[in-house]
């Protein structure tokens, strides 16, 4: 096991290099701003809150989610783009290599790392999800649930906001 862990490369230089231009990489991100969540996407995930926040936004923003999803939870997310007219600003793209990770993430505005209080993983997994490194490797600003454990790991960073993951205001006003 050792010898086979060893070789997993999550949130490493090789995968997370500095781009080029990166003087005009990031005023460029909030030209068309793009609000990212990679990774699992799920109702347990904030999915659906995350849609809905994005109705109370300027209608430039867009989300961009991109990860696994079962075919019930996709289906929900194009039925309440559909209803609310934002089919448009909601895209969904299917998970890629790891290492075709970071030019998705170099592109957003936003990484959203929003879990629901529904187990005691989310609630205490604040250093241990590779998702804020990962952004954060990418120089991108993020939103994490606003939970204990996420403001004590947390709170004292500039490049993170907190936000109620049950409430698309709570949502839109970290955004």
């Not at 430039?60 to 559909?82: C, M, R, V, W």
């Not at 993983?121 to 590779?130: K, M």
Request: aromatic residues 12%; hydrophobic residues 40%; charged residues 20%.
């Amino acid at each position: 096991f050792l010898q086979s862990s060893a070789s997993l490369d999550f949130s490493r230089k090789s995968f997370f290099k500095k781009v080029q231009n990166w003087e005009n990489k990031i005023p460029n991100r909030f030209a068309n701003p793009q609000i990212l969540l990679q990774g699992a996407i799920s109702t347990r995930n904030s999915m659906i809150d995350i849609v809905d926040s994005i109705t109370l936004l300027a209608d430039h923003i867009k989300i961009k989610f991109i990860g696994p999803i079962s075919n019930y939870d996709l289906e929900q997310i194009k039925t309440i783009a559909h209803q609310k007219n934002i089919n448009s600003r909601v895209t969904y793209f299917k998970p890629v290599p790891y290492n075709q990770l970071a030019p998705h993430t170099w592109e957003a505005s936003i990484g959203l790392c929003l879990y629901k209080n529904v187990c005691l993983n989310h609630q205490f997994h604040a250093t241990a999800t590779n998702k804020v490194y990962e952004y954060a490797a990418c120089a991108l600003p993020i939103i994490v649930s606003d939970f204990p454990s996420y403001r004590e790991f947390l709170g004292n960073e500039s490049w993170v906001r907190f936000a109620n993951p049950d409430d698309p205001q709570s949502i839109a006003d970290a955004i």
